[in-house]
């Protein structure tokens, strides 16, 4: 058994109800949990001395059996919808039970202190107590890690207790099945059970923070990415899984403040992390050199395969799933920025991946289509490997972070916009999904153009470029870009067949006009007008 380095704090614990603290790994040591996986038979190193593990039946959340206590702390400031998923608070307490009661039954679990928020002013407090030694080694990757001396009288605002191995049963416990993900603002806990993926740790305190900091703080809450150049100016990314927000933050001549989730303070930005979870499929040396060399000793891979006979992954192997990922400290990447905090940015990119091909690879926005791109939260998805099925799914996610999002899509957004009015910030529009046609026709866009892209606006060498509007989506389109063939900046010119681009354009800028009817009445005219025309 490892050899706590500090003492563990048994009241709490006890208090909370943990009886049997003799079976308790305190603050253990990266080292230590890598062991204990081990010797557990749940993992085995890869040839780079990452620790490779399987989350079993999910790889990845399950949106479905996520659920928040419906009391009187949330019933009015929640926005209830298909991922606000409200429990009543009776079931909260049984599940509660049964973890607690899972977890006292087991030889061993595994307890850290952790924070959230590099910002000291609204730092938050978090203990994670888990059943597995790899989920809680996922915790001091992905989390802020004290000092020796903060624990001394760490006091933890909030707790996450894990149990991927309790089944729950439904009738019993109010869920959709045996698994489930339940928070409690009012109890200040988050309960998983039935699910070892570990990224319902990492985005059950994102959402906690979606409420607490909007809601409490007057901050900001983002599902960005962000870095800082030489000088000191910031930029943001927003966008969902697979647009390529840790890819592009994770710039070598930039400093990487964080890789997904943020807070807009009145005089900057800062990470709520610690650490990156980066997706590893297709993922390549020569692409993304930071996360590739990020896979050594401490970091964690989740569901790869490997290269037959060896230990070496092959990254291009989906077999598991296409979500294959790696989780490492913030400190693994060479340019890091520590503290991860920043200045106000002075640039937003929205990145999508618009697997149908139409929209322009870099566009400046107007405030108001902004703001119609902000709360739209558009992608679309390659629909995978299903028999028979090549159309690209479109997603809209408002604010790019939806099912993260415990208020109303529009406090975020109202936030958002007033701060961009503040600070005079320029908005791109960043297309890294097809061009020359949509998936099955097309290409990729090349990550080496992105870049370029991203890089001239970074510098200002877009602020006075010639531009052309397109004739839909009304964004403005720079005319050339340095580094970057000038007949791929307008898309339309790309396709072969061009009638056939204006019919799929069309059709993309009626999923726009349906999506953001739910939002028509509570937004200005401005936004409205931002609408392409359909």
């Given at each position: 058994?490892?050899?706590?380095?500090?003492?563990?704090?048994?009241?709490?614990?006890?208090?909370?109800?943990?009886?049997?603290?003799?079976?308790?790994?305190?603050?253990?040591?990266?080292?230590?949990?890598?062991?204990d996986t081990l010797r557990l038979?749940?993992?085995?190193?890869?040839?780079?001395?990452?620790?490779?593990?399987?989350?079993?039946?999910?790889?990845?959340?399950?949106?479905?059996?996520?659920?928040?206590?419906?009391?009187?702390?949330?019933?009015?400031?929640?926005?209830?919808?298909?991922?606000?998923?409200?429990?009543?608070?009776?079931?909260?307490?049984?599940?509660?039970?049964?973890?607690?009661?899972?977890?006292?039954?087991?030889?061993?679990?595994?307890?850290?202190?952790?924070?959230?928020?590099?910002?000291?002013?609204?730092?938050?407090?978090?203990?994670?107590?888990?059943?597995?030694?790899?989920?809680?080694?996922?915790?001091?990757?992905?989390?802020?890690?004290?000092?020796?001396?903060?624990?001394?009288?760490?006091?933890?605002?909030?707790?996450?207790?894990?149990?991927?191995?309790?089944?729950?049963?439904?009738?019993?416990?109010?869920?959709?099945?045996?698994?489930?993900?339940?928070?409690?603002?009012?109890?200040?806990t988050i309960l998983i059970a039935?699910?070892?993926?570990?990224?319902?740790?990492?985005?059950?305190?994102?959402?906690?923070?979606?409420?607490?900091?909007?809601?409490?703080?007057?901050?900001?809450?983002?599902?960005?990415?962000?870095?800082?150049?030489?000088?000191?100016?910031?930029?943001?990314?927003?966008?969902?899984?697979?647009?390529?927000?840790?890819?592009?933050?994770?710039?070598?001549?930039?400093?990487?403040?964080?890789?997904?989730?943020?807070?807009?303070?009145?005089?900057?930005?800062?990470?709520?992390?610690?650490?990156?979870?980066?997706?590893?499929?297709?993922?390549?040396?020569?692409?993304?050199?930071?996360?590739?060399?990020?896979?050594?000793?401490?970091?964690?891979?989740?569901?790869?395969?490997?290269?037959?006979?060896?230990?070496?992954?092959?990254?291009?192997?989906?077999?598991?799933?296409?979500?294959?990922?790696?989780?490492?400290?913030?400190?693994?990447?060479?340019?890091?920025?520590?503290?991860?905090?920043?200045?106000?940015?002075?640039?937003?990119?929205?990145?999508?991946?618009?697997?149908?091909?139409?929209?322009?690879?870099?566009?400046?926005?107007?405030?108001?289509?902004?703001?119609?791109?902000?709360?739209?939260?558009?992608?679309?998805?390659?629909?995978?490997?299903?028999?028979?099925?090549?159309?690209?799914?479109?997603?809209?996610?408002?604010?790019?972070?939806?099912?993260?999002?415990?208020?109303?899509?529009?406090?975020?957004?109202?936030?958002?916009?007033?701060?961009?009015?503040?600070?005079?910030?320029?908005?791109?529009?960043?297309?890294?999904?097809?061009?020359?046609?949509?998936?099955?026709?097309?290409?990729?866009?090349?990550?080496?153009?992105?870049?370029?892209?991203?890089?001239?606006?970074?510098?200002?060498?877009?602020?006075?470029?010639?531009?052309?509007?397109?004739?839909?989506?009304?964004?403005?389109?720079?005319?050339?870009?340095?580094?970057?063939?000038?007949?791929?900046?307008?898309?339309?010119?790309?396709?072969?067949?061009?009638?056939?681009?204006?019919?799929?354009?069309?059709?993309?800028?009626?999923?726009?006009?349906?999506?953001?009817?739910?939002?028509?009445?509570?937004?200005?005219?401005?936004?409205?007008?931002?609408?392409?025309?359909?």
């Amino acid at each position: 058994m490892s050899v706590p380095t500090i003492s563990i704090p048994t009241g709490n614990l006890v208090q909370i109800g943990l009886r049997n603290t003799e079976s308790i790994h305190y603050q253990s040591t990266p080292e230590e949990l890598i062991q204990d996986t081990l010797r557990l038979g749940e993992g085995v190193l890869t040839d780079t001395g990452a620790l490779a593990i399987r989350t079993g039946e999910f790889t990845g959340r399950s949106p479905n059996d996520k659920f928040t206590v419906k009391d009187e702390t949330t019933e009015n400031s929640v926005h209830w919808n298909n991922f606000n998923i409200p429990i009543e608070e009776k079931y909260f307490h049984i599940i509660q039970k049964k973890i607690l009661d899972y977890l006292n039954e087991q030889p061993e679990i595994w307890v850290r202190d952790c924070f959230a928020c590099a910002d000291p002013r609204y730092r938050l407090n978090i203990r994670v107590v888990t059943e597995k030694p790899w989920t809680n080694l996922f915790a001091y990757n992905m989390f802020l890690r004290p000092e020796e001396e903060e624990l001394e009288n760490f006091k933890p605002e909030w707790q996450v207790l894990s149990a991927p191995g309790l089944h729950l049963d439904p009738t019993e416990c109010g869920t959709r099945q045996h698994n489930a993900a339940v928070v409690s603002f009012k109890h200040k806990t988050i309960l998983i059970a039935g699910s070892a993926y570990t990224g319902e740790t990492k985005k059950g305190i994102f959402t906690i923070l979606n409420y607490i900091l909007p809601h409490e703080k007057n901050v900001l809450s983002m599902h960005c990415s962000a870095n800082m150049g030489e000088d000191g100016d910031t930029a943001i990314f927003f966008g969902l899984s697979g647009t390529g927000k840790t890819t592009l933050s994770a710039d070598p001549n930039r400093k990487l403040i964080g890789d997904d989730e943020h807070g807009w303070t009145a005089d900057g930005i800062f990470n709520f992390e610690g650490g990156c979870y980066a997706k590893l499929i297709g993922l390549t040396e020569e692409k993304e050199p930071e996360i590739f060399h990020a896979i050594r000793p401490g970091a964690i891979v989740e569901n790869v395969q490997f290269f037959p006979g060896t230990n070496q992954i092959n990254f291009d192997d989906s077999t598991i799933t296409e979500n294959t990922r790696v989780s490492y400290p913030l400190d693994f990447i060479s340019n890091a920025q520590e503290p991860s905090i920043g200045g106000i940015p002075k640039n937003i990119f929205f990145l999508t991946c618009d697997a149908f091909g139409v929209l322009p690879p870099i566009s400046k926005l107007t405030p108001g289509q902004a703001m119609y791109q902000f709360i739209s939260g558009y992608t679309a998805k390659v629909a995978g490997t299903e028999a028979g099925v090549t159309e690209p799914k479109p997603t809209f996610s408002a604010c790019f972070g939806a099912p993260f999002l415990p208020l109303h899509p529009g406090k975020y957004a109202e936030m958002l916009g007033q701060k961009m009015q503040q600070h005079d910030v320029n908005v791109w529009l960043i297309n890294t999904g097809w061009t020359g046609g949509p998936y099955g026709v097309g290409n990729r866009m090349k990550l080496s153009y992105t870049r370029s892209m991203i890089t001239a606006a970074l510098d200002g060498q877009l602020d006075n470029v010639e531009t052309t509007t397109d004739p839909i989506f009304g964004m403005a389109i720079p005319t050339a870009v340095p580094g970057v063939p000038t007949e791929v900046l307008t898309p339309r010119n790309t396709w072969a067949d061009q009638a056939a681009y204006d019919e799929k354009a069309k059709y993309l800028a009626g999923l726009f006009v349906k999506n953001f009817e739910k939002y028509a009445t509570g937004v200005s005219a401005e936004i409205l007008a931002a609408a392409p025309k359909a």
